[in-house]
């Protein structure tokens, strides 16, 4: 008791993610919010190595920032609890003007335990792990260990509770319990344990949901009966603790996706098996009710790949949030992907100077240069965040990046226009074949504010709105175009576009250009 009043006396509402018609939205301070987000590394997670986040920060510019912590770190002593690192945290990203994305590194951390205290990780008869169907132990926690979804639970209650009562500001917009659960090397736990539960009749939660008829896990499954069990049950342990930390402080709560791939899957268990892969996310739906939603960490550098992956994660009943993607020279222009596919948010992993790099899913050095196109993106997009989201949350917004081999895209954005994008050609008269660019890393975002005027930016491209109907074509004129930025929501005019700059389509470089545009016929 205490904790939720404290929650609730705040002067700023809770954050919350809320759905109309099918779409979705992040409500931070009760309006629309678009997250712009950086995940630093690993091991990050300490207040000595903040001094090597924040300079990364600084270049990257975004709005929110994804953090672990870790539970090893908070309960190093069983039931004695330590949130030095939460409060040096927050006391950090408030001095900046930042939010926070907390990562609960506990039970799962990519399939394995490691994050846990040594009190858990080393006594596997308190918390059983994972047996393969051969018997060997391996090293992934199994979800049927009651005990180990207590000592979790318990944390992780305690980590809200604190929340509660040190962040009245809603510094913390959004906790991700667990990371990338799953296991890696075996389809499930098949322990006696958890033989037991596969024997019995899958949920009606499940049945309903996806309109099977009862029956065992084998019989309702068949081939896929041994994912799915796994999938259930990792599911519900993690909306068992997602539920407890809620009743403490009702913060929205994600779980993230380490994927398989879209077009040649693999085996479960060569991929993280049981954890919200683009094959099991109705299971999670059902299963998992306190999760707000399953976001993908999109590792995946070619287009096709990439954007198959947010198809499948932007639905009726998921908002799409882009929780990890790498941070190499591929990956900056999917942010207006994701924008297209009505993401609430994206965030590159692996931002800090902690001279740590993924590579190969990463940038092989990460220094100012590799950064100058992620910040490029927030740049552009900053000052007109608020704007885009509430776009978004109606439906209004409409973006791309660049597929090699295709130097030009077409979108309809409404009844009457369509959004066209070229890639590659000069930003003066031009006539042939568009090559496109060298490299692929153009990108644009139209989004409608109103009849006929939108709101306009991109880099590496042109962008021309052109009538769907011909006969309106022919003649259609810019009203006007205006440069400018918002200040405080407020649209602040920096000066008019005309001649060269508007006769060949709106032609952007890297240049910091937001522009709004009305569009009208003669
Ligand atoms: C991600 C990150 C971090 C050869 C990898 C991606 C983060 C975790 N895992 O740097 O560990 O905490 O969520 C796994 C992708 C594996 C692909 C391996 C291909």
Redesign the pocket.
Known sequence: PGAPEAAASGSAPVPEVVTRDGRHALLVDGEPFLILGAQVN?SSNWPHALEDVWPAIEVVGPNTVMVPVAWEQVEAVEGTFDFTFVDTLLAQARERDLRLILLWFATWK?NAPHYAPAWVKLDNERFPRVVTADGRTINSLSPHGEATLEADRKAFVRLMRHLAEVDPQRTVIMVQPQ??PGTYGSVRDFSPLAQRAFDAPVPAALLDRLGKPPGHWREVFGADADEFFHAWHIARYIDQVAEAGKAEYPLPMLV?A?LRGPFNPGQPGQYASGGPTDNVLDVYKAAAPHIDLLAP?I?MPEYLHYTTVLDRYSRADNPLFVA?TGNRAEYPRYFFSALGHQAIGWSP??IDFSRYS?WP?GAKHLDEAALEDFALNYRLVSPAARVIARASFEGNVRATAEQPGEPVQVLPIDERWNMVVTYGVPQFWFQGEPPGNPEPTGRALVARLGPDEYLVTGAHARVEIVARDPAVAARQMFEYVEEGTYVDGEWVFRRRWNGDQTDYGLNFSSATQLLRVKLATW
């Open positions: 690993n990519n990371n990338e993230n380490a960490d590792y990890e992993f692996g993924n899913l």
